[in-house]
């Protein structure tokens, strides 16, 4: 369950840490991805958003990875 929480996490942030029942962790990381995306989509905001969902990105790969099995 842990390989394919990570693999969901690389396409859709969250979505996999949910998988491996981290609920917290993967509510958080759906609403900063969300909210990184809107930023992006903005002018000035894309300076704030792309690093909001790249950081994102990688905290939910990171939080399946290291899920208990």
């Not at 995306?37 to 990171?62: H, K, N, R, S």
Request: aromatic share 14%; proline share 4%.
């Amino acid at each position: 369950m842990k390989a394919l929480a990570i693999i969901v996490n690389v396409f859709f942030p969250g979505i996999g840490t949910l998988l491996v029942k981290k609920w917290w962790q993967a509510f958080f990381q759906i609403v900063l991805g969300a909210i990184g995306v809107i930023l992006a989509w903005t002018g000035i905001g894309g300076i704030i958003g792309v690093p909001i969902v790249f950081i994102v990105w990688v905290w939910a790969i990171v939080s399946a990875a290291t899920a208990p099995t």
